[in-house]
């Protein structure tokens, strides 16, 4: 059983700052790309960063300069730092990792349960 678990989120004010973290956890092997998504209300979920097992990254164009994504692979575990934040950053955030569990050759994607972004005065 595989498990990703994301935490940090909250309310803050236009300007300020959030890290978020995901936590994998279970019976993994190895773990691939990892990606950070959003979702608003009657919205898609839209993709937010990336980064890859040895570091490379991507950003969503809105994003960039101002959210950094990295991870700790020895922890299984990836961070979201955003600064500058504004109010259209608010948004319930996803992780989502590329990962071939234990005792598999498979690759599978998995996704956490979300936590809410507020950014609002």
């Known amino acids: 059983q595989v498990q990703l678990v994301e935490s940090g989120g909250g309310l803050v004010q236009p300007g300020g700052s959030l890290r978020l973290s995901c936590a994998a956890s279970?019976?993994?092997?190895?773990?691939?790309?990892m990606f950070w998504y959003r979702q608003t209300p009657g919205k898609q979920r839209e993709w937010v960063a990336t980064i890859t097992r040895i570091g490379a990254t991507n950003y969503l164009d809105s994003v960039k300069g101002r959210f950094t994504i990295s991870r700790d692979n020895a922890k299984n575990t990836m961070y979201l730092q955003m600064n500058s934040l504004k109010p259209e950053d608010t948004a319930v955030y996803y992780c989502?990792?590329?990962?071939?569990?234990?005792?598999?050759?498979?690759?599978?994607?998995?996704w956490g349960q979300g936590t809410q972004v507020t950014v609002s005065s």
């Open positions: 279970g019976s993994i092997s190895s773990i691939n790309g």
């Open positions: 989502n990792a590329v990962l071939t569990p234990l005792g598999t050759r498979n690759l599978n994607s998995y």
